[in-house]
């Protein structure tokens, strides 16, 4: 069993910043990646950042303002958002793919952190 706990998310004024963090806990062999969705009100939830095995993204929305940094020693991703706008309003969920048995991957999520930027 693996267990994401996010925090961090908080009203700020547009131009703010933020830092959301995110730990993994449980059994952990190897963490592929973790990252970053947001759901803003009335949409979809969209990938925003992650950083793993396979490099590190960032959609075009978030680039230049945003930093994503996984610290492996305590199995966090950070989020670190600057200039946010408040299109960047949203509930921002932790994604890990993590192997936690011997050739078995897994999806996870966080239960969510809401972030809102008014203007």
């Known amino acids: 069993q693996v267990l994401l706990v996010e925090s961090g998310g908080d009203l700020v004024q547009a131009g703010g910043s933020l830092r959301l963090s995110c730990t993994a806990s449980g059994s952990i062999i190897r963490i592929n990646n973790m990252g970053w969705y947001r759901q803003p009100p009335g949409k979809q939830r969209e990938l925003v950042a992650k950083?793993?095995?396979?490099?590190?993204y960032y959609a075009d929305a978030v680039k230049g303002r945003f930093t994503i940094h996984r610290d492996g020693a305590t199995d966090t991703v950070y989020l670190q958002m600057n200039s946010l706008k408040p299109d960047d309003t949203g509930v921002y969920y932790c994604?890990?793919?993590?192997?936690?048995?011997?050739?078995?991957?897994?999806?996870?999520w966080g239960k969510g952190t809401l972030v809102t930027v008014s203007s």
């Open positions: 950083e793993g095995i396979g490099g590190t």
């Open positions: 994604n890990a793919n993590i192997r936690h048995s011997a050739y078995s991957d897994d999806n996870y």
